[in-house]
């Protein structure tokens, strides 16, 4: 996935920058922490914690939660605007590919979606 950056360090003038993430599969994530990259595989479960204000979704590859090997997390209470729909309906059972920063979280690599461009479907 190519990600364009515009950056403007003069009025009037415009430098583009572009990032390839480099692909890796989910069971890679957790030796890649901290790192940019674009994490893929099969999503096996999805969850939505409707019972906090924050109403988080997760998106759990590998395995079903709690055996999974990665997640993509959505805070989709703050975030839900910038989503088509509801993720956890719309990737359950996909081959996805998510882009951004892996971080852990109970020791399980993950990676934070704000956007649905970071999510890739691959069919």
Known sequence: MRWILIISLVPLSLYTLTYDFIEI???SAI???????????????????????S?????NMGREYPNHT????IW???????????????????????????????EKPQIQIDFENQI????
């Open 25 to 27: 599969p989910h069971t």
């Open 31 to 53: 030796q890649n922490v901290g790192k940019l990259r674009t994490v893929c595989g099969k999503v096996q479960s999805t969850y939505i914690n409707s019972n906090t204000a």
């Open 55 to 59: 109403q988080r979704i997760y998106l």
């Open 70 to 73: 990665f997640t993509g997390l």
């Open 76 to 106: 989709y209470s703050s975030n839900k605007d910038n989503f088509d729909g509801r993720p956890d309906k719309k990737y359950k059972k996909k081959d996805i590919c998510i882009s951004g920063v892996i971080t852990t979280f109970n």
């Open 120 to 123: 890739e479907l691959r069919e």
